[in-house]
């Protein structure tokens, strides 16, 4: 049984990536003890400042068990898994078993321990091409890849296991995240970068050559696609709220993150131009198979249930601080290795 006095552990699987560090730091800043565990397969060693880092796989429960028993979590928030659509198509059985058999050897290893609340990492991606903008909740969901077929299959799963064992869950759909905390040494750092906002930004640093558009042939005021971006400090800010909803809501919920207005590629571009004072090479390469035209999140529920009100709410704010930790590491080394101290 626990005492007053034992740390407020959450286990954060994937908590070495990308946004995985934010949410580590906002739950430092909000008096819970992250308890990292990531494979690093993609993320970093050095961006686990908040609390232990465990390595394992999810798929092995017998690690799993070890580190429940060890640090006794009250609740996990589960951001481990692949991300780049593009690479589910071409290999979905890596992502099906990455991102659905993984999370089910997790869910078990939280009931055999006793761990009845989970925040999973969700995605527009669930919703597909959209019938109405902004996007609901309620949205149905018709993924286009793998990739969004995989958050899709476990939201449903937890729904069920909400049903059948008690878990309590929120599931987070996440639309583009973007930024980097101020004066936190943590920001984008992916071994092979597929998101839009660091590949403008490695050339304006002239890491590469230019930038390439996919598809200038789409319904919108510029032709370029049009995407909502979302602060990854909001976004982390949102799995602390979720933990909040955890102590009083029971059964499996869903919120939408986003900033509720759209950007172009185009207008990405033009603010990093602004944003950095740097030229941009831009040039035009055929639209992907299955990409919409527009994504934009409604948040309203997210706001009214959650409370979470994003502070970094315009594409200047993102990308300005998206380039303040491009220029002081990134730039260091390209390959993003280790930050500079």
Request: net charge negative; proline share 6%; hydrophobic share 45%.
């Amino acid at each position: 049984m626990r005492t007053p006095e034992e740390p407020r552990r959450i286990l954060v699987t994937g908590g070495a990536g990308y946004i995985g560090a934010h949410v580590c730091r906002a739950l430092a800043a909000s008096g819970f003890q992250p308890v990292v565990f990531d494979n690093l397969s993609h993320g970093h060693a050095w961006a686990v400042r908040w609390g232990p880092l465990e390595t394992g796989d999810l798929i092995d429960g017998a690690r799993l068990d070890e580190v429940f028993r060890q640090y006794r979590p009250r609740a996990v928030i589960h951001l481990a898994g692949l991300i780049a659509a593009g690479d589910s198509v071409i290999d979905p059985g890596l992502f099906y078993h990455n991102n659905l058999a993984a999370t089910l050897t997790l869910l078990d290893a939280m009931r055999s321990n006793g761990v009845d609340r989970l925040v999973f990492s969700s995605s527009a991606g669930v919703y597909g091409e959209p019938e109405t903008i902004p996007i609901p909740e309620s949205h149905p969901f018709r993924p286009v890849n793998p990739y969004g077929a995989t958050k899709a299959m476990v939201e449903r799963v937890l729904a069920d296991f909400a049903t059948a064992y008690g878990l309590r869950s929120v599931a987070l759909r996440y639309f583009n995240a973007v930024g980097a905390a101020p004066d936190s040494g943590i920001g984008e750092a992916h071994p092979h970068e597929t998101h839009l906002v660091p590949l403008v930004l490695d050339a304006a640093a002239g890491i590469r050559p230019f930038i390439e558009i996919f598809g200038s042939d789409f319904s919108t005021p510029d032709r370029t696609c049009i995407r909502d971006y979302v602060h990854v400090s909001d976004l982390a800010d949102a799995h602390v709220l979720a933990l909040s909803r955890l102590d009083q809501a029971i059964g499996a919920e869903s919120f939408n993150l986003g900033s509720e207005t759209g950007a172009s590629v185009r207008q990405v571009i033009d603010m990093a131009i602004k944003v950095t004072e740097r030229p941009i090479d831009a040039r035009m390469s055929p639209r992907r198979a299955g990409d919409p035209a527009i994504l934009v999140a409604d948040s309203s529920l997210a706001k009214s249930v959650l409370g979470w009100r994003p502070v970094y709410a315009t594409l200047e704010q993102q990308i300005s601080t998206a380039w303040d930790w491009h220029k002081r590491y990134r730039l260091v080394d390209s390959r993003c290795a280790a930050p500079a101290s």
